[in-house]
């Protein structure tokens, strides 16, 4: 974990899941898991998060707000799929209002199965997406942009 | 007089753990109308009959919402066993009955931890959390899951819970009961949490009757209904259940109701305990589904309704489920016009809205 240089922020949006992982979500912030120990905090603004965990599939009415949350949050960013439906829609695949995994909207970077996905395998999820992130900081800083920049951008 | 404007809530909004979308008009700081637009979760579920066999549909159906989950897939069960005219043995019934108040317990405390968090008590919040969590590991010993148990199938349970297992479980819940009342005491009590609730999202009790409001919010106006006083689900007639209701019908009558019925679950699962009889927890189910069935129980948030129809295939014909959000929408409205834009997500929260029941 030392590879961490800030405190990574997380937003929260539930796609069509049933609300089982979404809870789960909240439950690693509270004290029996408590990521706060690592420095993550749910944020509600776009524009201060690193981490967008995405629970449940993607549909119609909601790809633009997917989207829209995508784009407002500035590079380097993750995108987490917690749970089997953000992964590939699991049980309710064959639904007829469901598009599919949380990928075919935005590239996802960590995957997170189960129904629902166990606090612990969020965390750890959440966890190697810092990696990734981290990754993509040292990528951005090989070409020469700097994140300041890149967030000033991002809010225009 | 200001200009009116109009305020957007919602998809994506920090008090909401999941996306509902209403559009506030607001003149100065006094919201007007709202105009509530759903539709984001919506996933088409009740058309999965026609893919999934009567016994999978029980699965499908539980995963309708992650925090009633217990009471759907028993709500789906039955309504099956009752079309195929399946006996339930009776200490199945018992340890569903025990299943769902625990379920209650656990919805109703992640709900009172949403309420300290929409008007910014945050350390509240945790305590709420963490007492849930003992809920969870009694859930998790029994059943093997947090939140989506699928142990409920037709004909039964999936697996018993041993007697000794039970006894500690309300024990354990005994052991919480001192803790809960500690920080029920500051909802009840704290003159901060009281400005914010007390006088506040009043929907009287006519309306709350008009509007078919259910569930708690129509308990927090006097409207003494609940399916539990009904003999059609659980043992509920075994243990003397009385409802808990409350006159004022503003958010802090809401909260209490909600107090009143987690402790209400303890005294119910305590007695369950005491009473349950020995025996299978499963009938073996042979044939299909022919004729139709409706089956109405008390989820945390209200009545809901489950309706299965089929025509001798192992498939359903249709599966139709009425959540309780849905009921106590029209409700919101209500009460949403003419409040405080400041007092939004507080009345929001009070109706404890599951939008992936009311959009399935």
């Known amino acids: 974990m030392s590879y961490i240089a800030k405190s990574p922020w997380v937003i929260h949006y539930d796609g069509s899941s049933c609300n089982g992982c979404d809870i789960e979500v909240l439950a690693c912030l509270t004290p029996m898991y408590d990521v706060e120990r690592f420095g993550i905090i749910n944020t509600g603004n776009p524009k201060h998060a690193d981490v967008f965990l995405v629970t449940g599939s993607v549909n119609e009415q909601n790809k633009d707000v997917v989207k829209q949350i995508y784009e407002q949050m500035p590079e380097p960013k993750v995108v987490v799929a917690v749970g089997i439906c953000a992964c590939s829609a699991g049980i309710f695949k064959q639904c007829y209002n469901i598009m599919g995994g949380v990928d075919s909207v935005i590239p996802v970077d960590v995957y997170v199965p189960g129904c629902a996905a166990r606090p612990e395998a969020i965390i750890d999820g959440v966890v190697k997406g810092l990696a990734v992130l981290q990754e993509k900081r040292d990528n951005m800083k090989k070409l020469g942009i700097s994140e300041e920049k890149t967030e000033e951008g991002g809010e225009n | ?360």
Not at chain 2, 143 to 156: A, E, L, P, Q, W
């Open chain 2, 1 to 360: 007089m200001g200009k009116k404007t109009i305020i957007p809530f919602g998809p994506q909004h920090p008090v909401l753990p999941e996306p509902v979308h209403i559009d506030l008009v607001v003149e100065d700081e006094t919201v007007v109308e709202a105009i509530p637009s759903i539709g984001f979760i919506h996933r088409g579920l009740e058309k999965l009959v026609e893919k999934r066999d009567y016994t999978q549909m029980v699965y499908v159906i539980e995963r309708i919402c992650g925090i009633c989950s217990f009471g759907h897939g028993w709500g789906a069960a039955s309504a099956i066993e009752g079309a195929m005219n399946v006996k339930v043995p009776e200490r199945a019934e018992y340890l569903r009955t025990i299943l769902h108040e625990l379920s209650r317990l656990h919805s109703h405390l992640l709900w009172l931890g949403l309420l300290a968090d929409a008007f910014g008590f945050e350390s509240l919040f945790m305590h709420c959390w963490r007492i849930r969590e003992t809920i969870l590991d009694i859930l998790e010993k029994t059943t093997g899951g947090r939140v989506i148990f699928s142990i409920c199938k037709v004909g039964g349970l999936r697996k018993d819970i041993d007697n000794e297992t039970l006894r500690e479980i309300s024990e354990t819940l005994e052991g919480i009961k001192a803790e809960l009342k500690d920080i029920t005491t500051v909802f009840i009590e704290d003159d901060s949490v009281k400005n914010r609730l007390c006088g506040v999202g009043v929907l009287s009790k006519e309306d709350a009757i008009e509007l078919c409001a259910v569930g708690p919010v129509a308990r927090g106006s006097g409207v003494g209904q609940d399916m539990r006083m009904t003999d059609n689900h659980g043992v509920y007639k075994d243990l003397d259940f009385e409802p808990v209701v409350e006159e004022a019908g503003d958010c802090y009558a809401r909260c209490k109701v909600r107090i009143g019925e987690v402790f209400q679950s303890i005294e119910l699962i305590k007695k369950a305990v005491d009473k349950i009889p020995d025996g299978p927890v499963d009938v073996p189910v042979k044939g299909n589904v022919e004729g139709e069935y409706m089956v109405r129980l008390e989820q945390p948030r209200g009545e809901a309704y489950y309706y299965a129809k089929g025509a001798g295939t192992k498939f359903l014909q249709r599966m139709r489920v009425r959540t309780p959000t849905n009921m106590n929408i029209p409700a919101l409205v209500k009460i949403l016009q003419g409040c405080d834009l400041a007092d939004v997500p507080m009345m929001v929260l009070t109706i404890d809205p599951c939008i992936s029941c009311t959009e399935r």
